[in-house]
């Protein structure tokens, strides 16, 4: 008998009252406490300070917006059950510090349970890349009610990260590195401040990044280089064309097929 393999959907974890088809709030706070409001109403959060203030600090560490007027704020806390969503649409826009500056009209608010770390990464990847093709972004935009919200957002398919990219968390994967050297040279005040975000970075990548990168760190003191004009700059050997434009202007992280670190695309312009 051939096994046949389940494809778990988005809409597995969001019913249409989770959605606000039209947020009343002007910014960023403002509309995470509106659709945290809708989760504890539903019953699937009970502390929403404590969350509030879980989603806020990891704004600050970096934005969730992931560009293209789409942002997808979230927070490991132990919610009672497994995973909290709640989605947001704003016809006027908010300003989530966005890298392409562009104001946020889709938030996708995610909670899920610290006991069950695997399960975001497996959402997060099937969401960013439904969300990067502009045909799916555009019929989300318009979208008439929450009913057709609803009806678009179901198409989402979660799938396990491919294995040669791992997508959307370069930045982050880079400040952990940053915040790391820094921590070698601090006081002990300065590494205690430290601890807590690389905390929260960890506790959000996946647990294999995670120790990969800390065995490059430990043989190279340095885990993750840029990519400049084609270039691993962790080796200096140019990588396949195909692979240095995927990566160009890129959030997702590569692995040199030639050092075995993790590659990244340089924020640098060419000049
Ligand atoms: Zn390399």
């Known amino acids: 008998m051939r096994e046949?393999?389940?494809?778990?959907?988005?809409?597995d974890y969001l019913k249409p009252s989770q959605i606000v088809y039209d947020l009343k709030a002007k910014d960023k706070v403002g509309a995470v406490g509106e659709l945290l409001d809708i989760l504890a109403k539903k019953k699937l959060i009970t502390n929403k300070k404590l969350i509030l203030t879980r989603l806020i600090d990891r704004e600050r560490l970096e934005t969730t917006a992931l560009g293209d007027s789409i942002a997808v704020p979230h927070?490991?806390?132990?919610?009672?059950g497994e995973i909290a969503i709640a989605v947001g649409r704003s016809e006027k826009g908010i300003d989530f510090d966005s890298l392409d500056k562009k104001k946020v009209h889709l938030i996708i608010l995610i909670v899920w349970n610290p006991s069950i770390p695997g399960l975001f990464n497996h959402l997060f990847a099937g969401l960013?890349?439904?969300?990067?093709?502009?045909?799916f972004r555009q019929r989300?935009?318009?979208?008439?009610?929450?009913?057709?919200?609803?009806k678009v957002?179901?198409?989402?398919?979660?799938?396990?990260?491919?294995e040669d990219r791992i997508i959307s968390c370069a930045g982050l994967l880079k400040k952990l590195q940053e915040m790391e050297m820094r921590k070698r040279k601090a006081t002990k005040k300065q590494k205690r401040a430290?601890?807590?975000?690389?905390d929260l970075i960890r506790e959000e990548l996946d647990s294999s990044l995670i120790s990969r990168f800390d065995r490059l760190m430990e043989r190279y003191g340095f885990a993750v280089a840029d990519v400049v004009d084609g270039a691993c700059q962790g080796c200096n050997i140019n990588?396949?064309?195909?692979?240095?434009?995927?990566?160009e202007g890129s959030n997702d992280i590569y692995i040199c097929e030639n050092c075995g670190k993790f590659i990244v695309a340089s924020k640098k312009k060419k000049k």
């Open 140 to 150: 989300s935009f318009e979208a008439k009610d929450k009913t057709d919200l609803y």
């Open 194 to 198: 430290l601890q807590h975000q690389t």
């Open 75 to 80: 927070a490991r806390v132990d919610t009672g």
């Open 4 to 11: 046949v393999q389940k494809v778990s959907h988005f809409s």
């Open 128 to 135: 960013a890349r439904f969300l990067r093709k502009p045909e």
């Open 239 to 247: 990588l396949s064309t195909q692979m240095s434009s995927a990566i």
């Open 153 to 162: 957002l179901s198409e989402i398919e979660l799938r396990l990260p491919q």
